[in-house]
């Protein structure tokens, strides 16, 4: 496990000296336009870590089995860690490229209240611990996902200072290719990172649970 | 540059910050396992101050 971390920083290290040494300049945008190699791959594992709270959300209702549980709160961390990165990040790329740091734009504001959402299963988690509490979380964790679609399409329904799509299009990446290899390559990098960290907290939790079980045996 | 540098700073800051809380939680769920482990010699769950207390006992 600590392989994978060590893998996961070396990685992302690679793939920042890519993005920032050797990946070509943005005509227009010029420098800032590098912060895509980290705005990108945050957002995608913030995608990735919210399916997974999802899924093992919706197992956890249905199976009853605290395993998925653990797993939803894990990465429910994870996609909070991201988000909140995608957030400042995005930021500090409108500000050189838009002139601010925020705006009221529909993507903008539905990341901001997909944050609030995640935020909230986080307290919810501390504040309500057990059966009722995850029970609980796990609904609100199902319904936040109904804002994943909204922040994609929002860029295609509404006018938004938020540029469209330039990778995941019907139409395939506008970006070339010289842009479009580095981006990928932190992406993966990112993704195994969170990886690492994911399985971390998993057994955390999992030693947590079995240190809780030893508690309530000992009276 | 300022902005690139910021961005690469905020990510090595929050999964940072989130390794060192993941380390700091892993320390102290050990030193509760380690404080409540069942003793060996009677089978019996308690803290481990306790357990070596008793054995002291006459």
Redesign the interface.
């Known amino acids: 496990m600590r392989m994978l971390?060590i893998l996961g920083v070396a990685l992302?290290l690679l793939g920042?000296a890519w993005a920032?040494l050797l990946a070509p300049e943005e005509a227009i945008q010029g420098?800032?336009q590098?912060?895509m190699y980290?705005?990108v791959p945050?957002v995608v594992v913030a995608y990735l870590a919210l399916g997974v709270v999802g899924l093992a959300s919706a197992l956890f209702l249905h199976r009853r089995d605290a395993a998925w549980d653990r797993l939803a709160l894990a990465a429910a961390?994870l996609a909070v860690?991201f988000i909140?990165?995608t957030l400042?990040?995005g930021a500090?790329?409108g500000?050189?490229v838009w002139g601010v740091w925020w705006t009221w734009d529909a993507r903008l504001t539905t990341t901001l209240v997909l944050w609030f959402v995640y935020v909230g299963y986080l307290a919810l988690r501390a504040w309500a611990p057990g059966e009722r509490g995850a029970r609980a979380a796990a609904v609100l964790a199902i319904v936040g996902l109904l804002d994943v679609p909204l922040i994609h399409w929002s860029v295609v329904w509404l006018r938004t200072l938020h540029p469209q799509a330039t990778v995941l299009r019907p139409e395939g990446p506008a970006l070339p290719a010289s842009m479009l290899a580095p981006l990928v390559a932190n992406t993966v990098a990112f993704l195994v990172?969170a990886t690492a960290?994911l399985r971390?907290?998993i057994r955390?939790e999992r030693?947590?649970a079995?240190?809780v079980e030893?508690?309530e045996?000992?009276g | 540059?300022i902005?690139?540098a910021?961005?690469?700073l905020?990510?090595v800051v929050?999964?940072g910050c989130?390794?060192l809380t993941?380390r700091a939680?892993?320390r102290l769920?050990?030193e509760?396992?380690d404080a409540?482990?069942?003793s060996a010699a009677d089978g019996?769950?308690?803290p481990r101050g306790a357990a070596d207390s008793r054995r002291a006992a006459p």
């Open positions: 971390l992302v920042a920032l420098v800032p590098r912060i980290v705005h945050s961390e860690l909140t990165l400042v990040t500090l790329w500000r050189p990172l960290l971390l907290r955390q030693a947590l079995a240190a030893i508690l045996s000992a | 540059m902005f690139v910021a961005a690469y905020a990510v929050a999964v989130y390794a993941l939680r892993q769920i050990r509760l396992a409540w482990r069942p019996a769950s308690m």
